[in-house]
């Protein structure tokens, strides 16, 4: 009876975060309008690429196929997405965390639950119709549709999000000892953009940075959940895949414990 309640008491901040994304539509609707004007660029781009080979498959994709990846990508990135390094960051430099640290509730509970009320809204909001737009439009390519690759996606979107708010929440941490984490929080979106198979599918790599890329962390949140989507894994890749999200899951779950053990006696507070 006590964790129900411990749960339901951190659901407020859950709420709390999707009323803020209702209240404040005007800069969610910015920052989605500069990801479609990525995802167009991408779009167009992919388009002059398979116009100018002479090939009609690249790299196991044909043209209709990697539309739909991109499609599918765009959107598994948006409610994967769990950025609180920079909340952390900000209630550090503010000093705002002061007051967060003691009250009587776990930091990294509270960032979780509020990482939830996004990815509700991003759901309700983006995801949803975009998965239903993303879904008849396969449909209409390949005349396939598979309810197994459906439920396996989202048990890896989910996985996705686990790791996406994990690496996060470790960036986060280091704004206890790092005052100025803007240049840190730019160089760790790039990488997870460049590896994550968000720009570029892994596929396109070399064999040997395929082989590095698949094992780290970063092709869990997208990659894997858009391939298994498409159906481009054999039911074997989809079991490995799966198992080494969970598996980094718990490594940045632990990793981030220890984290907090280590720099929470070393925080020095900046604001008021």
Do not use: C, H
């Not at 002479?54 to 950025?83: C, Q």
């Not at 879904?135 to 989910?158: A, P, Q, R």
Request: net charge positive; glycine share 6%; proline share 2%.
């Amino acid at each position: 009876m006590k964790s129900f309640f411990d749960i339901k008491s951190y659901l407020t901040f859950t709420k709390n975060t999707f009323q803020k994304n209702l209240s404040y539509r005007a800069n969610a609707i910015l920052f989605f309008l500069g990801d479609l004007m990525l995802l167009f660029v991408t779009f167009y781009l992919w388009k002059a690429i398979y116009r100018s080979s002479n090939s009609m498959i690249i790299k196991g994709f044909n043209l209709n196929e990697m539309i739909v990846y991109v499609l599918i990508s765009f959107i598994t990135s948006v409610i994967v997405n769990a950025d609180i390094a920079y909340i952390i960051s900000r209630e550090v430099r503010e000093g705002s965390i002061a007051i967060n640290l003691i009250r009587p509730i776990n930091y990294q509970k509270r960032m979780f639950f509020e990482s939830l009320g996004n990815l509700a809204y991003n759901f309700i909001v983006v995801f949803f119709i975009g998965f239903v737009v993303v879904t008849i439009l396969k449909v209409n390519y390949s005349g396939e549709f598979s309810i197994d690759n459906i439920i396996l996606y989202f048990i890896s979107i989910f996985a996705g999000f686990l790791i996406n708010f994990y690496y996060s929440y470790i960036f986060g941490l280091l704004s206890f000892k790092i005052t100025n984490m803007w240049g840190l929080t730019q160089i760790m979106n790039a990488i997870s953009q460049l590896l994550s198979g968000a720009l570029i599918p892994i596929v396109f790599f070399p064999s040997w940075m395929q082989e590095i890329f698949n094992f780290l962390p970063f092709s869990s949140m997208i990659y894997t959940p858009s391939m298994i989507y498409l159906g481009k894994l054999t039911n074997i890749e989809i079991i490995k895949a799966i198992t080494i999200q969970f598996s980094w899951v718990i490594i940045l779950m632990i990793i981030g414990k220890q984290m907090w053990k280590a720099l929470i006696k070393e925080l020095t507070i900046l604001g008021g």
